[in-house]
């Protein structure tokens, strides 16, 4: 145990911190051991990944204290923030700041940073073609953590910017899966076009940041990012048609639509999709899935994670 090298891991009980916790202790001979760190220890989740054989340890992304001694003696730490816990893109950079700050005072050798572009880079707020959200972001939940890309920089801390995708567990967990229509057929929405949307499972996100600490130095400095695949909302209606063994027809609503939709977050979303598909190839063009696989031999395709988890996507 003393000569293994321990990676401290942000947010150890959500999607991508547990796959990458579960990824780290299923691989003993890999030279890593891993610490999850979760605001409460005596959670369900918590408690779950100690019997696994993680050392659990308490940290507040607010408290960087808390956080600097979490990440004391680690190696490496996988750092992430959470927006739609409070859906604010200040409190975020605050955390990403925090982290960074912790990161450096305990001197880890690499940080592995789950973040996204900056989309005002592509559409300046004097763009009118989606509207300028809390003032100065476009897509708040990106261009957050695309702008705290800067204070792991700023700080020197040797680092891996760790570009992800859409998750296929947003179908699951953020009420994105098919919904029965008036006629009772299932209907999946997303505003795409006919445009390729990069996506992944969430755990594969986990299992590529191990693979990019086991690569050692060699992503240090670098921006990676991730897909399992590319599917437009056509051809993901069809492999949903397949594993539900009834029609899943796609609704491909305009940007406009779904901002209206009205749900907590439906306007930064709706802007999300615009962007994705309006810059859909500097988009698609770095998440080439072959560098997921290279990371992650195990990378699942959606059809793959369908037959997984195709229970678990509520029919309503």
């Avoid at 001979?29 to 408690?47: C, H, L, P, Y």
């Avoid at 300028?132 to 920089?153: N, R, S």
């Avoid at 901002?259 to 080439?288: I, V, Y």
Wanted: with cysteine; net charge positive.
């Amino acid at each position: 145990m003393a000569d293994k090298k321990i990676i401290a891991v942000v947010g150890a009980t959500g999607a991508q911190g547990g796959g990458l916790v579960r990824a780290i202790v299923n691989d003993p001979g890999s030279g890593f051991v891993v610490r999850a760190i979760t605001r409460d220890v005596n959670s369900e989740k918590a408690r779950a990944l100690a019997k696994l054989g993680a050392e659990v340890v308490a940290a507040n992304l607010d408290d960087a204290d808390s956080l600097a001694r979490a990440f004391a003696g680690a190696y490496g730490v996988f750092c992430l923030t959470n927006f739609w816990e409070h859906f604010s893109p200040e409190k975020e950079y605050a955390q990403v700041k925090a982290q960074a700050a912790a990161a450096k005072k305990a001197g880890v050798q690499h940080a592995v940073w789950s973040t996204l572009e900056d989309t005002r880079k592509w559409v300046p707020l004097t763009d009118n073609r989606m509207p300028t959200l809390m003032g100065k972001y476009k897509v708040p939940h990106f261009d957050a953590k695309g702008e705290a890309d800067q204070e792991f920089t700023k700080l020197g801390v040797p680092t891996t910017f760790l570009l992800t995708s859409f998750y296929w567990d947003n179908l699951i967990s953020f009420g994105m899966g098919p919904k029965k229509g008036p006629d009772g057929a299932l209907v999946f929405t997303l505003p795409m076009g006919d445009k390729k949307l990069p996506c992944i499972a969430a755990e594969d996100i986990g299992k590529c940041a191990f693979g990019i600490f086991k690569k050692g130095r060699e992503y240090i400095g670098k921006t990676v990012a991730i897909a399992g695949e590319h599917l437009t909302g056509g051809e993901m209606a069809a492999a949903m048609t397949k594993a539900f063994g009834q029609p899943v027809r796609y609704n491909a609503v305009t940007p406009e639509q779904y901002r209206g939709f009205g749900f907590p977050g439906a306007d930064d979303l709706g802007n999300m999709f615009q962007f994705k598909h309006d810059f859909n190839e500097a988009f698609c063009g770095p998440r080439n899935p072959s560098i997921a696989r290279n990371l992650n031999p195990a990378l699942l395709t959606f059809e793959a994670w369908l037959a997984q988890n195709k229970n678990r996507i509520p029919l309503t």
